[in-house]
Structures are given as structure tokens and as C-alpha cells.
């Protein structure tokens, strides 16, 4: 049944309201909060934003929620996630604090290799039970949209596997999921001993993977971990350009620890988004000033590795780049479901606002995942996503870094999560 719902009594409603599409410039800096409004639902999306007088003798029947002067905003916007992992990987981290950096790890079979060896070994049931409980983690702090990327699996039965998994976890949790087919993540073991060996790999993920993925519709994005030492520039164009003919929108892993011309490769290519950049160079946010690609930060990885260079976010928005905020989780280098936690990270390591902050991680991070026009604002006609926090002012969002005020989020109006108080 799609009942009429209010949203009354917050503290701040801040809306996002706009254009539905990515922000850039001075349009990021404005949340559009609004201190004496609530929210009206109806038929799963939103109906009016108005003072609740007049929203009640516009919708006579609605239930209402009391937001109980908390902060109401739209749901978050989690744009960039490999949540489907079977063992975390811990025991990296230590050998991270003893001076042991990524590519070093990665050598030695650890890093990504471990997770791909440890998936491709559970079956399909063991994944979903896995991965279920640490989704409904990231809905816990406030996302309702989450992008979920395969790419631990790197083989065509693994990476099958891995997408049939999101799709299951799609049709049992309230979150609203949008798959990534990401099998050119790594280049596995089995193919490094040769060129050639290594061409055949991104053959199989082009002439095989990709339209089997496309056919099985099982993804709505291709990404490619375009990085020194990962895929070239040449392989990456090569396999979003088979992509896009497939069908799938394009998203490109670029220039994260080295400036290898991701940034550009991305721009050129028409892609929704590309992510990491914190070694992009000043010619690669040149291109994506000229492009309509998002500019995924992902400072909860710099944090986790420990490392202090992070992604030139005022660089970006000077040069008119859209940019959005997402958490990475995934086991080896962003373990975190905490997006109100990157929020904190893109104020104080990025030196975004927190107007730029949100509006990364709502409206921007909707672009992101190609939503932008049915989610990420509270507005009408939206999708009635929305994440209710236990705070009275939204600069307190990103302030209590590391705990969780989100305690409540709606997905079309209806429960994603409620916290443990089990009012809502
Ligand atoms: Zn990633």
C-alpha cells in the first residue's frame, strides 16, 4: 500500500534542491537548508516541502513521522563501494605500519590477489551471507544508494558469480544497489608471466566478460583500475570503449597513486565518473573541466593507508570539476562503511565545505552512479530517500566523526534502517 507519509518537526531540512544533475562551482556550496519545513511523501516519492500547516491540509490522510528535531536530508549517496569480499584483510595492516606500501603487498600475493583467491573459492550462498550484514552497515550510517563493483572474482564464472550476488542482495535489502562490472581490477596471477599472457586476460574481459555481463544485464557500469603497474591508458580505453558498445556506462579507478592519465583517458571517454585522483595532474583536471565526469574522492583510503596526499578537491572545483565523496569500502584499503566519516574527512583533509561535503555524497554522488535526475534531493518528484540524523544542525553531520547519528534513512518512503531507539 503507498500511504501518504509527513515528515515533521526537524530542525534543519536541508534539501539539496536544484538541478538534477552533477554541481559544480559555486552551485556545490549551496545545501539549501531550510529551518521551518517538512517533508511530504506520497506514492514512494517526494510530494511537497512546505511548513507543515500546509502540508497537512494538503495531505488530510498522512501518517506523520516526528523527526524529533533532528536534521532531515536526502539519503546518502555511497558512489563508489567493492563490497562483495569474503575474508577482511587485517593482517595487511600491520605489515602497512612496518613500512610495507600496497604495490609490495601486492607482489608478495597479498593485497588484491588474496581476495580474489579467497572468492573465487566460496560459493554463491557464502558470498550473499557475507556481504548482506556488512551492506546493511553502510545503510546504518544514512546511505540508501549504494554502487557495488565485482572485480575480486577475475574470471568469467567469478565475476558472473559475484554480480548475481548484488543482484540477490538487491531484491532483499531496502537499499538501493547499482551494480559495477569491474573485472579488469587487477591482472590475475595466472596471466603476469607474459604480454602475451597478459593480452589474453584483457581479451577474455572484453570478447567474453563484457557481453556476457551485458546480455545477463547483471551490471549497469564497467570500470577499469587504470594505474601504473595495473592497466595501461591503452588497456583501460580498450575495454570501456567494448563497455560502452555493450551498453554499460563507464567509470574508470584513476590516478591514485600515480599520475598515469586516467584523468584524461576518463574524460575523453565520456565517463559518469572517475575516482581516487589524488595524484591527477593539472592537464588531467583540465580535461575533466571540459567534461561532464564526476570526480569520485575517496580520502578514507588516503587515511586508512596512511598516507597524507589527498585529491586537489578546491583544484577541481576551481576548475569547474563536479565532486563527489564515497567511502571505497572494500577489505584492503577502506574498511570503513561510514560515509558521514568521509564527510568529516572531505572538510578537514580536502578542505571542502559542508554544504561541498554533502552535496558529494547526495546529488553528486547520485551523478555518479547516473541518478541524478530521481535521486540525491529533496525535492518533488524525487525518490523519497531520505536519512533523518540525531543532530539539531547539519554542520554537526561531518562533526562527531566516527559515531553514527543516523537514526533513521527511507527508501521511496519506506524503512531502509532504523537505529536500535526503533522509534521510527
Ligand atoms: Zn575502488
Not at 141 to 157: A, C, H, I, P, R
Not at 223 to 234: A, H, K, P, R
Not at 300 to 328: C, N, Q, S, Y
Not at 364 to 378: E, F, P, T, Y
Amino acid at each position: 500500500m503507498n500511504e501518504s507519509i509527513i515528515f515533521a518537526n526537524a530542525s534543519q531540512v536541508v534539501t539539496c534542491a536544484g538541478p538534477g544533475r552533477a554541481r559544480r562551482g559555486k552551485e556545490l556550496g549551496d545545501a539549501r537548508i531550510l529551518t521551518d519545513a517538512a517533508v511530504a511523501v506520497d506514492e514512494g516519492r517526494i510530494a511537497g516541502v512546505a511548513p507543515l500547516a500546509e502540508l497537512r491540509t494538503r495531505f488530510p490522510s498522512a501518517r506523520e513521522i516526528d523527526c524529533r528535531r533532528g536534521v532531515l536530508t536526502p539519503g546518502l549517496v555511497d558512489s563508489h563501494t567493492h563490497g562483495i569480499f569474503g575474508r577482511p584483510r587485517y593482517d595487511e595492516q600491520e605489515l602497512r605500519a612496518a613500512g610495507m606500501d600496497y604495490m609490495e603487498i601486492a607482489r608478495r600475493g597479498g593485497g588484491i590477489h588474496s581476495s580474489v583467491r579467497d572468492l573465487r573459492q566460496r560459493p554463491e550462498d557464502d558470498l550473499f551471507a557475507l556481504a548482506k550484514p556488512r551492506l546493511e552497515r553502510l545503510a546504518a550510517f544514512g546511505t540508501t544508494t549504494v554502487e557495488v563493483k565485482s572485480g575480486y572474482g577475475l574470471t568469467l564464472d567469478d565475476e558472473l558469480k559475484t554480480l548475481r550476488v548484488i543482484a540477490r542482495l538487491q531484491e532483499v535489502l531496502p537499499l538501493r544497489i547499482v551494480p559495477t562490472f569491474l573485472g579488469a581490477h587487477e591482472i590475475p596471477l595466472e596471466y603476469r608471466e607474459s604480454s602475451a599472457r597478459r593480452q589474453e586476460y584483457v581479451d577474455l574481459v572484453i570478447h567474453e566478460m563484457i557481453p556476457a555481463v551485458a546480455s545477463a544485464r547483471l551490471a549497469r557500469f564497467a570500470d577499469v583500475f587504470c594505474e601504473t603497474g595495473v592497466y595501461t591508458v591503452d588497456e583501460s580505453r580498450a575495454i570501456l570503449t567494448a563497455a560502452r558498445n555493450a551498453g554499460l556506462m563507464l567509470k574508470l579507478h584513476a590516478d591514485e597513486l600515480t599520475s598515469s592519465g586516467g584523468a584524461e583517458l576518463a574524460a575523453s571517454l565520456g565517463a559518469v565518473s572517475a575516482d581516487h585522483l589524488a595524484a591527477v595532474s593539472d592537464a588531467g583536471i583540465a580535461a575533466l573541466g571540459h567534461a561532464s565526469t564526476v570526480a569520485t574522492l575517496l580520502p578514507g583510503t588516503m587515511l586508512f593507508l596512511g598516507k597524507t596526499k589527498h585529491a586537489p578537491a578546491r583544484k577541481l572545483i576551481e576548475a569547474g570539476v563536479p565532486v563527489a565523496l564515497a567511502t571505497d569500502f572494500n577489505p584492503g584499503t577502506s574498511p570503513t562503511p561510514n560515509l558521514p566519516l568521509v564527510l568529516m574527512l572531505g572538510v578537514s583533509q580536502l578542505h571542502l565545505s559542508v554544504a561541498e561535503a554533502l552535496l558529494g555524497a547526495t546529488v553528486n554522488g547520485a551523478a555518479a552512479v547516473g541518478l541524478a535526475d530521481s535521486v540525491g534531493q529533496i525535492s518533488e518528484g524525487f525518490s523519497a530517500d531520505l536519512a533523518l540524523f540525531d543532530v539539531q544542525d547539519l554542520r554537526e553531520v561531518p562533526y562527531w566523526y566516527g559515531d553514527n547519528r543516523c537514526v533513521a534513512s527511507f527508501v521511496m518512503g519506506k524503512p531502509c534502517h532504523t537505529s536500535d531507539l526503533g522509534v521510527f
